[in-house]
């Protein structure tokens, strides 16, 4: 019998790990779980997620009774103090310096240029004069962002030194200091989703975005139309970056744009895509990934030496209704989905909720929001909590039609 720590985020991988012969020790907070999973659980432990010392402390004792064999996060914002835990038992898995390097994007720009991959000018800015001074070496639009933020929060786009300055102030009421800035790259987005065991990498699907003027992806589709000529290119860069910051094991989500100089790092995570990207991934190409998180680490299925062609499509559409306190929520019976609704007061805190009972559902979307609650504008990936659409078709271009026809079936009336 295996036995894995899994820390935080949406714990919908583990599962079926009984059956598989997985014992799981989830740490997580209280209040963030859906308490289904308990099922599948040896025991769920609280620990602040945040702190890779205090998980260690609390998961050191269990490792000394009966050892883990991996140390494990579906999440970005734990990928850090999960890499701490990884270090301190010395377990096998993703390290502290891997997750850092690419949690930080300061040191991810680095790392790439150490490596001559990528080549994109960025300079990391603790004043408001030093990123003016960037914008005009640059001399068209820049971007500045948070050096290690999450969810498309701060991302601005600036064109001037007007929008500089307000760009600037925006950061540091946030209290962002310190601000990377880079020249804004001109193009589609697309991801790669990859896996690796041994060192080995092995890129699988391919996804594209719809993003809103914050930068925020509130559609995503499979298998990308965009990336589709650039397949080369983009396998290759992906096993380069990969390699470049010491990735050795499991999933990984690497975005790309599409530039007239060819592709582009824009981010990589040692973690597996959001947007519910597994499910796309496996209805598409017919691989699971989020099986895979735990069942290749742990010897139980191999890595396949190649990866499918996609024989499907599918899609995620979130929900974006106009801004303002619920009045009423209609679905239209006609609609061509199974619809699932989040009773009032229950999994608040649960990005994409109830997912798992979507697994054998051709089509079908899930509505988060009630009457009575508050719809926010989307200027982060947290706001796009009012529910979403999810689609298998015969192509990705299918799927999308079929997200748009369920979306416009579903009306929030504010």
């Known amino acids: 019998m295996f036995r894995v720590a899994v820390i935080g985020g949406r714990p919908a991988p583990i599962k079926g790990a009984k059956e598989l012969g997985v014992d799981v020790v989830l740490v997580h907070q209280p209040g ?38 991996r140390v494990l ?6 990928g850090v103090p999960t890499g701490h835990v990884v270090d301190g038992l010395g377990v096998p898995g993703t390290t502290e310096r891997t997750a850092r390097l690419l949690k930080n994007k ?26 003016l001074d960037f914008l005009a070496e640059i001399g068209g639009p820049v971007v500045l962002k948070p050096i290690d933020g999450a969810a498309s929060r701060h991302i601005l786009r600036v064109d001037d030194a007007a929008g500089l300055r307000d760009a600037w102030r925006r950061h540091t009421e946030a209290g962002n200091t310190s ?8 193009g589609p987005v697309v991801s790669v989703e990859s896996f690796s065991f041994g060192g080995r990498h092995l890129p699988v699907g391919y996804s594209e975005y719809l993003v809103n003027s914050h930068h925020v992806e509130w559609q995503v589709s499979v298998p990308s139309r965009l990336a589709a000529a650039h397949l080369t290119e983009l396998r290759d860069l992906t096993v380069r970056l990969l390699d470049a910051v010491e990735l050795t094991e499991g999933p990984s989500h690497s975005e790309f744009v599409l530039t007239d100089r060819g592709p582009r790092v824009l981010e990589s995570h040692a973690r597996l895509g959001g947007h519910a990207i597994p499910e796309l991934v496996r209805r598409a190409y017919g691989l699971d990934l989020a099986r895979m998180w735990l069942t290749v680490p742990l010897g139980i299925d191999e890595l396949p030496a190649e990866a499918p062609q996609p024989s499907a499509g599918a899609a995620i559409r979130f929900l974006r209704p106009e801004p303002g306190k619920i009045r009423d929520i209609t679905v239209a019976e006609d609609i061509p989905a199974v619809v699932k609704r989040v009773p009032p007061g229950e999994l608040a805190d649960v990005y994409l909720p109830l997912l798992g009972e979507l697994v054998d559902v051709p089509v079908g979307a899930v509505v988060h929001k009630n009457p009575g609650d508050v719809i ?38 504010t």
């Open 376 to 413: 926010t504008p989307i200027h982060t990936l947290a706001d796009c909590s009012s529910g979403y659409v999810l689609a298998t078709g015969a192509d990705a271009d299918a799927a999308v039609d079929t997200c748009v026809l369920v979306d416009e079936k579903i009306r929030f009336h």
């Open 106 to 131: 300061a040191l991810m720009r680095e790392r790439l240029a150490k490596y001559d991959l990528s080549p994109v000018r960025y300079r990391v800015v603790g004043s408001e004069q030093e990123a």
């Open 32 to 69: 963030q779980y859906e308490e289904s999973i308990r099922q599948h659980c040896e025991r769920i432990v609280h620990a602040p997620l945040a702190d890779g010392p205090a998980m260690l402390e609390v998961l050191r004792p269990l490792h000394e009774e009966r050892p883990f064999d």
């Open 73 to 78: 996060t579906v999440s970005e914002p734990w």
């Open 179 to 186: 601000v990377l800035a880079e020249e804004f790259l001109s």
